[in-house]
């Protein structure tokens, strides 16, 4: 039974004072209480500290990064921290519902299951108001080619069986500074099976900062990950294909190369995200709430 293991929750942490005390107290107050907090402070130089240490709770453990690294790099250090038998993501701007370890620990009965995800709400903070990603169940089994064509699976929903991390060759990829998960949930699918659970079981909060300030630096890891992986697709014009030609679009746009949008526009397959393109084209002060719903999903 899974009821009595210890599970691992990994907080990256760099200057996240302003929303750091709400994403602590979701873990602490979780229905499941056999729990451990890895607070890994990538070297931060706000109040992040001493805010995590007014918790007064044997179960946070705080490490103090000795420079400040990637996301992926910090995770892998902080993944060598951890006691647990299962491990959860979360960063400190996002929290968990109450009962979301609870509710995904026991899908590890099932002995092949990896990977535990979830639904979640978008918390849109300029207009205060929250929505759930998807009314559309989410698939469970092997995930191999959904994860290539479709994926919708945010990390901070995730738990996984630690043990299914040592049949890699490596964790993160530290070479990646955004597409991280996307990359190791990837792998992951050729390891073991997925389980979908419909309730939504955490909060991600959208907001100016969260937004990728790097488009072109996305592109290449994007373009980097798919030139790599491409055999595995069975259509070309496959999910990271469209996407890569979005973003390509927007950067574009955002340098004000309105010939090569055009041109990426016309290329786009006809679909919803065809029309939000031309959307924004048409009215760039839309812009950057179309590119945040994009981005959540």
Known sequence: MNNNKLVSVIINCYNGEK??????????????????????????TDNSKNIIKSFYDKRIKYFFSSEHTTLYKARNLALKSCNGDFVCFLDVDDYFLK?????????????????????????????KKKTLLTKTKLPTGNLIQNILEDSKISFM??????????????????????????????RLSFKCKFFYIHQPLAVYRV?????????????AELKNWYNKNSFFFINKKNYVYKKIIYFEALNYLSEKKILKFLNKLWNYPFSLIKIKLLLIFILPDFLLEFFKKFKKS
């Open 99 to 127: 009962n979301k370890i609870e509710k995904q620990i026991v899908c590890f009965k099932d002995k092949d299951v990896g990977v535990v995800y979830s639904n979640y709400y978008c918390y849109y903070e300029k207009i």
């Open 207 to 219: 907001h100016d900062d969260n937004l990728s300030k790097n488009l072109k630096l996305f592109l």
């Open 157 to 186: 929903t995730v738990m996984l069986r630690k043990e299914i991390l040592d049949l890699l060759k490596f964790n993160f990829n530290s070479k990646y500074s955004i597409i991280g998960d996307y990359d190791l949930l990837f």
């Open 19 to 44: 929303y750091l005390s709400q994403c602590i107290k979701s873990v602490l107050n979780q229905s499941y209480q056999n729990l451990e907090i890895i607070f890994w402070d990538n070297k931060s």
